[in-house]
């Protein structure tokens, strides 16, 4: 889905009209702050002298780094009337007489080559742009990317939505509705970290690995929170781990923790069974009520509210794990993950 993002921004700039400048030194230090920070991070962005949505100066934003997997491409529109801000990538919809959200789906479907529906709200938000929402069929249910489309129905936005006003950290921190984490640590510590995994990842579980003894031997200093993001179009059972630790902080929320350790340290031995199995056997074995975790488990409703909670972390620009936000600021991990490490010590203060 990146890659198909990335490549769509070129498409656009040929479509695009001139406009008068803003404040580029404030749109490149809102830009620096919304988009992941990577080792040697460098951030341009230069104004587009094209016309695109209504209401919007289009600007080009180019990020480098060290790090190969975290430079990135992105179209930044601003308004200058009421200084929203959207960041992602933007793709024309066809000028035609049919219903934006045919014409949605239709453009879903040319980029991804499976099949969508489309539904755009009935009523505008700031500068008369509408939310949409793009569905399409999983095996775990309906799943949906979310979006915008301008005024003149011509462009469809992907990418999170901001104001110049607000910091990137806290319109981020209400998007992704922390209420829904699980949460350890002291509550009070200035210092705040969230996990975004997968349990099925290998890097996760590198990370993890690393990464909680840190946070084990910190607690007092750190008010942490780990939010669930199953790549399940990639990672055969990650949804199922997902859905049994969901089942097992509701049921016995004490041993979370524990089943997030065994999982990852035992990742490989999973993979070879039936994940059913495998938390059945578990809960079993560990005087977990099993009855009552395999209810929550197996729940369409639980299911659901996953499959929203993994849009909701897509529709703020993190598609890969693990991601860690390390006080309101998103770090790219990289391959090996020293530059993320040295940040989460670094917040800790510890070496």
């Known amino acids: 889905m990146r890659k198909i993002l990335v490549a769509a921004i070129a498409a656009l700039l040929p479509t695009l009209a001139s406009a008068a400048p803003a404040d580029i030194a404030a749109l490149k230090a809102y830009a620096l702050r919304a988009l992941p920070r990577c080792s040697e991070n460098k951030v341009t962005i230069e104004a587009l002298d094209k016309a695109g949505p209504i209401g919007f100066l289009p600007y080009m934003v180019t990020q480098t780094s060290s790090d190969a997997t975290c430079g990135k491409q992105t179209v930044l529109l601003y308004s200058p009337t009421t200084q929203q801000i959207l960041l992602g990538s933007v793709f024309d919809l066809a000028p035609d007489a049919r219903s934006v959200d045919v014409r949605a789906a239709e453009r879903a479907m040319e980029l991804l080559k499976v099949p969508f529906t489309a539904t755009a709200a009935k009523f505008p938000l700031p500068d008369r742009i509408r939310a949409v929402s793009i569905f399409k069929q ?31 950290s806290k319109t981020l921190l209400d998007a992704l509705a922390l209420q829904n984490a699980v949460r350890r640590g002291n509550a009070k510590a200035r210092t705040q970290i969230i996990e975004l995994s997968d349990f099925e990842c290998p890097t996760c579980r590198r990370a993890h690995l690393k990464v909680e003894p840190l946070i084990e031997k910190n607690l007092s200093k750190v008010d942490y929170y780990r939010l669930d993001l199953p790549l399940f179009e990639h990672h055969e059972w990650a949804v199922p781990a997902a859905m049994a630790a969901r089942a097992i902080h509701k049921v016995a929320p004490a041993k979370y923790w524990a089943f997030v350790n065994y999982v990852y340290e035992n990742q490989e031995q999973i993979g070879k069974r039936k994940f059913d199995d495998v938390i059945k056997e578990y809960c079993e074995d560990r005087d977990i009520n099993w009855p009552a975790v395999e209810k929550v488990y197996r729940s369409p409703a639980e299911r659901s509210a996953l499959l929203e909670q993994v849009a909701r972390i897509f529709d703020n620009g993190v598609v890969s794990t693990p991601t860690y936000i390390v006080n309101g600021q998103i770090m790219g991990f990289g391959p090996e993950g020293s530059f993320t490490i040295k940040a989460v010590k670094d917040a800790l203060g510890v070496k």
């Open 138 to 168: 999983t095996q775990y249910g309906p799943f949906a990317y979310h979006g915008f489309v301008d005024a003149s129905e011509r462009y469809l936005v992907i990418g999170t939505r901001g104001s110049l006003l607000i910091p990137p």
